[in-house]
């Protein structure tokens, strides 16, 4: 669990690599400056539109009391818990990030995928209330964390985002490219089935959000290079179609998409 936290840390250091296909060159987001032509709050545009096209599927607002109304609760393991903390402070980090995002760059995609990932968070405080655990993010304030690693990375993060449009594109690609890698290993993890299946939907929403940070970087000009899932995964992701409905998770148990969901199977 700690080697996630410590991965997570990376993200800044990655980003740097993220967009070396970018019209204006890739030397600028090594330097930390703007990838985009213009300047102000829609600069790193290809168009005049909104880049918003991404409309989030009503399944990733993610309601884990209905998912799991059913499944009786088991024992829980210390793995099992820390990995609980861990995803409801990384998930309100993500939602966090894209408000802070939205309001700085006015590109809705951020604002679409916040309302998502609120819904994550909440289902992660669905299960740490059923099993008694105590709530690292009881403060819900906007950038505030209990755990000092997500504090610093919070500060981190809306910092390069703020640096263009492109770093902040990238920024959400990078997120969503950890958390599900992170999903994957705590699935690994864990035998209690109602944990799984949120897993399994949080993850699915991950696999959603990346497809639309990717779309968005690739049509200024970039690319994106997966910096924690296999390239075998992230290909498998990147050619499938939007996943809808909820997933299973005795369909799949790591990093494999449920094909009822409309994508394909894929392991690492």
């Not at 019209?23 to 213009?38: A, C, L, P, V």
């Not at 105590?134 to 950038?143: E, F, N, Y």
Request: proline share 1%.
């Amino acid at each position: 669990m700690q080697k996630n936290k410590k991965m997570f840390s990376a993200i800044l250091l990655s980003t740097a690599m993220i967009l070396s296909g970018c019209t204006t060159g890739s030397q600028s987001i090594k330097n930390g400056q703007s990838n985009s032509s213009g300047q102000g709050k829609n600069s790193g545009q290809s168009s005049g539109k909104n880049q918003s096209d991404y409309v989030v599927d009503e399944s990733d607002y993610v309601n884990a009391k209905n998912l799991i109304a059913n499944i009786e609760r088991k024992n829980l393991s210390e793995a099992e818990k820390a990995g609980l903390i861990q995803m409801r402070e990384e998930e309100k980090l993500a939602r966090d990030v894209y408000n802070f995002l939205y309001k700085r760059w006015e590109q809705n995609i951020f604002a679409n995928i916040a309302k998502s990932e609120q819904t994550h968070t909440d289902s992660i405080k669905v299960l740490l209330d059923n099993y008694g655990i105590a709530d690292p993010s009881s403060d819900d304030t906007l950038g505030v964390f209990t755990s000092a690693e997500m504090q610093s990375l919070y500060k981190e993060l809306v910092e390069k985002g703020s640096n263009s449009l492109a770093d902040a594109l990238a920024i959400g690609a990078t997120v969503e490219d950890l958390d599900i890698k992170d999903l994957e290993d705590l699935i690994e993890v864990t035998d209690n089935e109602d944990i799984k299946i949120v897993y399994q939907n949080l993850m699915k929403g991950s696999r959603n959000h990346l497809r639309a940070f990717v779309r968005q970087i690739e049509r200024i000009g970039g690319s994106y290079s997966p910096q924690y899932i296999s390239q075998e995964e992230y290909q498998s992701i990147i050619d499938s179609e939007q996943e809808k409905g909820n997933a299973n998770s005795s369909a799949t148990t790591g990093g494999g998409m449920n094909s009822s969901a409309g994508g394909k199977n894929s392991r690492k």
